[in-house]
């Protein structure tokens, strides 16, 4: 186990700078998640982190032993890819001793460290097979066999169920989180999924167009959303974000025609324009809600029900129902945006704004 430490990480292909200066320390034993969209650098950084790009600027260093010029082999890591990249013509005994032999160690060790890897994962029977007589979660887990008998300082994990179906990916993170848990290894994990990210991190690293946004644990990502990105990015269905104004005694907010009492919290924004942001979770139908909402779209899931639908001033909005509610596309329903849970970001930057909290 160690801890990984970034330290003013950029990197630039050419011209285009894909890295702005990342900076963070991954404790001993955490499990950290990189989230973010396609193209916003977090692939880029996991390889930076295992040697196999190396940084324009900046220094990772490993249990504080700079090892930013070191090759991969050198830096006590083992990666998991979304690809599996395993050895087609072996077996899944064979792919997963296959590092130790290249690094010559006995034969009995080897032996050892693969039936305990086998015995974790659940993959005794199969230690026979090659890769194309098992199922896309076996592969996984043969793949995540191969980094375990390493026994390295940290696991590097690159998407490794985007391959995956939706059934099998909920069980994979199970069994991930779990594994971590038990061998208490730090861990770097990418992921553009933010539900995977949500439910496996201890800490997330939210970033957008190569910066981290936000840095903090899930929860804090969640109720607390640093920028206007962010508070889209995070939370599923996303964050409502609309125009608005701070009335002048900042009592209350309003948005064309709709004004809603604002939190106390807020009050030092008086006067001036602003993002307001609910999420869908956060907004209750009541019968006299000053927010009103005629629906265009009705999502019946069961335990929830999402409406979507435009308020009289023409803003789109979303809000999470009780499974039991009855909406029907066209229907006109108001409104309250729950106390304790409105967030308000400058209209400039996107930045959160400051509060009395």
């Not at 098992?134 to 995540?144: I, P, T």
């Not at 994979?172 to 290894?185: A, D, F, P, T, W």
């Not at 064309?256 to 009492?261: F, Q």
């Given at each position: 186990m160690a801890q990984v430490?970034?330290?003013?990480?950029?990197?630039?292909?050419?011209?285009?700078?894909?890295?702005?200066?990342?900076?963070?320390?991954?404790?001993?034993?955490?499990?950290?998640?990189?989230?973010?969209?396609s193209g916003c650098g977090k692939s880029t950084l996991l390889r930076i982190v295992a040697g196999l790009?190396?940084?324009?600027?900046?220094?990772?260093?490993?249990?504080?032993?700079?090892?930013s010029a070191l090759e991969p082999k050198d830096r006590d890591i083992a990666m998991v890819f979304q690809n599996y990249a395993l050895y087609p013509h072996m077996t899944v005994r064979e792919n997963m001793a296959y590092g130790l032999k290249i690094r010559g160690l006995p034969?009995?060790?080897?032996?050892?460290?693969?039936?305990?890897?086998?015995?974790?994962?659940?993959?005794?029977?199969?230690?026979?097979?090659?890769?194309?007589?098992?199922?896309?979660?076996?592969?996984?887990?043969?793949?995540?066999?191969?980094?375990i008998v390493r026994e390295p300082k940290a696991f590097l994990f690159d998407e490794p169920l985007s391959n995956l179906d939706a059934k099998l990916r909920v069980q994979?993170?199970?069994?991930?989180?779990?594994?971590?848990?038990?061998?208490?290894?730090t861990s770097l994990y990418v992921t553009h999924d933010q539900v995977e990210a949500m439910t496996l991190a201890d800490r997330l690293i939210c970033m957008n167009a190569g910066r981290a946004d936000q840095?903090?644990?899930?929860?804090?990502?969640y109720t607390k959303p640093s920028t206007t990105f962010v508070a889209g990015f995070i939370g599923s269905p996303a964050m409502n974000l609309v125009s608005a104004t701070v009335s002048d005694d900042g009592?209350?907010?309003?948005?064309?025609?709709?004004?809603?009492?604002?939190?106390?919290?807020?009050?030092?924004?008086a006067g001036r324009p602003v993002i307001f942001g609910i999420r869908p979770e956060h907004l209750?139908?009541?019968?006299?809600?000053?927010?009103?909402?005629?629906?265009?779209?009705?999502?019946?899931?069961?335990?929830?029900?999402?409406?979507y639908g435009q308020t009289q001033s023409g803003q789109t909005l979303t809000a999470r129902l009780p499974g039991s509610s009855v909406v029907g596309i066209g229907d006109k329903i108001r409104l309250t945006a729950l106390s304790g849970h409105q967030h308000l970001f400058d209209t400039d930057t996107g930045i959160r704004l400051p509060s009395k909290t």
């Open positions: 430490t970034l330290q003013s990480v950029e990197k630039r292909f050419g011209d285009t700078q894909v890295l702005h200066g990342i900076s963070t320390d991954i404790p001993d034993g955490a499990f950290v998640v990189i989230v973010g969209p790009e190396t940084q324009s600027n900046g220094q990772i260093l490993i249990d504080g032993r700079d090892v034969t009995d060790q080897i032996s050892q460290r693969v039936a305990r890897a086998a015995d974790i994962l659940q993959l005794g029977p199969y230690l026979d097979r090659k890769p194309r007589q098992l199922s896309g979660g076996q592969r996984q887990r043969v793949a995540m066999g191969r980094a994979m993170r199970v069994e991930i989180k779990k594994l971590q848990r038990q061998l208490g290894i840095i903090g644990s899930p929860l804090d990502l009592v209350d907010i309003s948005f064309g025609v709709e004004r809603l009492p604002l939190d106390p919290i807020w009050q030092e924004s209750v139908a009541t019968g006299d809600g000053p927010i009103q909402v005629s629906v265009d779209l009705v999502e019946a899931l069961g335990a929830d029900t999402l409406i």
